[in-house]
């Protein structure tokens, strides 16, 4: 079993920036692939960007290219997404997912609770 459990989220005004964090137990974190989701009102949960076991591999979505950052703190067994320049369309729940690799959210066997991210127009 992994337990996951996201933090960091908030209300932060267009073109700002938060730090979005996953701590990861009950499992060795550097053998798990991992990634972000996200899912707005009326929408599916939609891939953000994964990362696999040793960091090396990413792939983020078009839409956050260049605006968010995955990275993994392995001694602290937490990922990070760092998010610049939000938009108003980056207003979501994001998660956390763990143990699988691809873009539907059905291939992660592991999930945190959500945060919640606002961005105000």
């Known amino acids: 079993q992994v337990q996951l459990v996201e933090s960091g989220g908030g209300l932060v005004q267009a073109g700002g920036s938060l730090r979005l964090s996953c701590a990861a137990s009950?499992?060795?974190?550097?053998?798990?692939?991992m990634g972000w989701f996200r899912q707005a009102p009326g929408k599916e949960r939609e891939l953000v960007v994964l990362?696999?076991?040793?960091?090396?591999?990413?792939y983020y979505v078009e839409s956050v290219r260049g605006r968010f950052t995955i990275s993994r703190d392995y001694a602290k067994s937490t990922v990070y997404l760092q998010m610049n320049s939000l938009k108003a369309e980056d207003t979501a729940i994001y998660y956390c997912?763990?143990?699988?690799?691809?873009?539907?959210?059905?291939?992660?066997?592991?999930w945190g609770q959500g945060t919640q991210v606002t961005v105000s127009s």
């Open positions: 997912a763990a143990g699988g690799w691809g873009f539907s959210p059905h291939q992660f066997d592991y």
């Open positions: 009950g499992h060795v974190f550097g053998n798990l692939n």
């Open positions: 990362t696999n076991w040793n960091g090396e591999s990413t």
